[in-house]
C-alpha cells in the first residue's frame, strides 16, 4: 500500500509551501521555460553563470507541488557548484525518481534529494519531479527553447 | 466476479409501469443501486481502499452482459462480414446489421443508412471535417464552434480552416459555463457553413440548448453537427425531435468498449457528401480506370470494422434501454447536486462550471492547490478522478486556471462514495493547504 506521507515529505510541503530562489532574476546570463502542457505545470529558470560556475539561480512560475518544491530544491542545491557537477546531479535525481535507486542502501548522499524517493511509486509523477532538472540541464546547454517534459 | 444474478438484475430494472420507477428511485435508490452488482470492475480494492471511479467522463465501465457479448462473439460468431457467403460471415453480419438498427432506434434515426460506425466521437467529427467540410467550405467562408468545445472538435475545423482560407468562429460563454445565445444570434452569418456543438460539455457538464441552437441555425440554411460525446449516457437522445444534421457518439463513455462509435448524419446530407476513406467495403465496383462507391451507410465505412466493439456496443444499448432513463438521470443529478453542494462548504474550494442545466461533470479547483495534487492524494485514497485540461484548453483559460480536478459520475455510482469523494478533498486540504 501506498502511503501519501511518502511523497508529501516535510522537504517537499515546506518547498512547496515557501520556495527558494522564487523570484525573477535581473541580469541573468540564460532563462529557459519549462513546460509541461499535460498538467500545465510551466516555469521560468534563470541562471547566471561565470566560468563553467552557476553563481546564480531562481525561478518563477506555476505548478503542482512536487514540481515547485523540486525546483526550489534544485536551486538551492545547485548554486555554487560546476555545470559538470548540476548534470550528475540530475543524474542521481532522475534514477531516484525513477526508482532505479536501491533504495535499501544511504541516501544521504543524495542530502535534501532524497525527499523525492517517493515519487517512484508514482509514475505519473516523474515528469512533474523533473520538470525544473530538464530546463536546468536546457539553460547550461544553452538551449533557447520551450523546455517540455512530454 | 460473475457472481450476480442476472435474472434477479434484469427484475431490478424493468421499467414498472406509470412514473412509479421514477419515484421511487429517486426516493430509493436502492433500485437503481441494483445495477452496480453487474459491472465487475467496480468491485476491486486500490491501494487497499475501495475503488471509487469517478471518471466516467473519461470512459464508463462496462457491465457483464457487453463483456460478454463481446466474448461470445469471438468465441462463436467471429468472421469477416459483408464478405463470406459462408454461416459465420452471415451471422456475424447479421449480428453486425443489428447493432446497427439499434442504434438508429437508440437515437431514433429516420433510417439505418444514416447510422455510420466510427472509431468513435473524435473520428466522426474528422469525417465530417473531411468530406462536407472539404467539399462546402471555401475561402472566407465561416465555421462555428463554440468555446467549451472538446479539442475534437476544434482542430479539425481548425485544419480545414487552415486549408480553405476560411476563418473559425467562437461562440462565447459566460462565467457559469453557458453558451451566450444572442452572440450565437449574431455569429449565423451568410458566410457560415456549419455550426459544430458540444451537447454536454466534458470538462463543465453544461447541456447546452442544442434544440433551440439548431432551429437557430437552420432559420439561416446552416447545417448543425453535435458532440453528443457526454450526452449518449446521460441523457435520451433523439435526433429527429433535436433535427441536427450531424450527431456524433463514443461507445465507450456509455458503457460499451472502446473503439467503435458512431456518425449520424441526415441521408440527404451523407448522399451528397464524398466518400472518406477508400477501400473495401465502400465499394461497388474497381476497376484501375474507375470505381463505384457503394451506398449509405457503407460508403463510410472503408476496411473491416470493428465487429467486435459494435457487438459490444449493441449489447450497452440493450443494457441501457433496460433502464428507466429518466430514474437514471435523476439519480445522477442528486449525486452531482450532493457532491456540489458538499465540496462548496470547503472554503477555497471553487466549481468550475455553474450553468443552470448539468450533467454529471463535477470541474473544481483549491485554491493554492494544484488539481494533480488533489488527481495523487485522491489516488491513494482508492479515488478515480480526472485532472488536467479536459483537452478543453479554452476552457482552462476562460477560467484563468491551468488545469481543474474532476469528478464525473454514472447511474452505478453511490452517496456513499460522494461521501469519499468530499473526505479525500478533506484530506488533501488537511496534507497542502
Known sequence: MTDLRDLYQEVILDHNKSPRNFHVMDG????????NPLCGDHYTLYLKLRKGIIQDVSFTGVGCAISKASASVMTSLVKGKTSAEA???????????????DLGGSLDHFGKLAAFSGVSEFPARVKCASLAWHTLRAALEAKEQVVSTE | MHGFDRDESHMIMMKPPGDTMLRDAVGNPGLILGCRHHFPLLHQQINGKALVYLDNAA???????????????????????????????????????????KVQEFINAASVGEIIFV????????????TYGRTQVREGDEVLISEMEHHSNIVPWQILCGE?????????????GELLLEEYEKLLTPRTRIVALAHVSNALGTINPVKEMVTMAHRHGIPVLLDGAQSAPHLRVDVRDIDCDFYAFSS???????????????????????????????????????????????????????????????????????LDRDAVAAYEHELLDLATRQLALFPGVRVIGTAKEKASVLSFIIEGIHPHDIGTI?????????????????????????ATARASFAFYNTKEEVDALVRGVRKVIEVLG
Open chain 1, 28 to 35: 541573468a546570463d540564460r532563462s529557459v521555460e519549462g513546460y
Open chain 1, 87 to 101: 548534470v550528475q546531479m540530475f543524474r542521481d535525481f532522475h534514477s531516484l525518481v525513477r526508482g532505479e535507486t
Open chain 2, 59 to 101: 470512459t464508463s465501465q462496462k457491465p457483464q452482459v457487453v463483456i460478454d457479448a463481446m466474448m461470445r462473439y469471438y468465441v462463436e460468431e467471429n468472421s469477416n462480414i459483408h464478405r463470406g457467403v459462408h454461416y459465420l460471415s452471415e451471422k456475424a453480419t447479421q449480428a453486425y446489421e443489428r447493432v446497427r438498427a
Open chain 2, 119 to 130: 472509431r468513435g466521437t473524435t473520428e466522426a467529427v474528422n469525417l465530417v471535417a473531411s
Open chain 2, 164 to 176: 480553405k482560407g476560411a476563418r473559425l468562429k467562437v461562440v462565447p460563454m459566460n462565467n457559469d
Open chain 2, 252 to 322: 465507450h463513455k456509455m458503457f460499451g468498449p472502446t473503439g467503435v462509435g458512431v456518425l449520424y448524419g441526415k441521408e440527404h446530407l451523407l448522399d451528397a457528401m464524398p466518400p472518406y476513406q477508400g477501400g473495401g467495403d465502400m465499394i461497388k465496383s474497381v476497376t484501375f480506370e474507375k470505381t463505384v462507391y457503394n451506398d449509405l451507410p457503407y460508403r463510410f465505412e472503408a476496411g473491416t470494422p470493428n465487429i467486435g466493439g459494435g457487438i459490444g456496443l449493441g449489447a450497452a444499448i440493450d443494457y441501457l434501454g433496460r
Open chain 2, 378 to 402: 485522491l489516488d491513494v485514497e482508492g479515488i478515480a478522478i480526472r485532472t488536467g485540461h479536459h483537452c478543453a484548453q479554452p476552457v482552462m483559460k476562460h477560467f484563468g486556471v491551468p
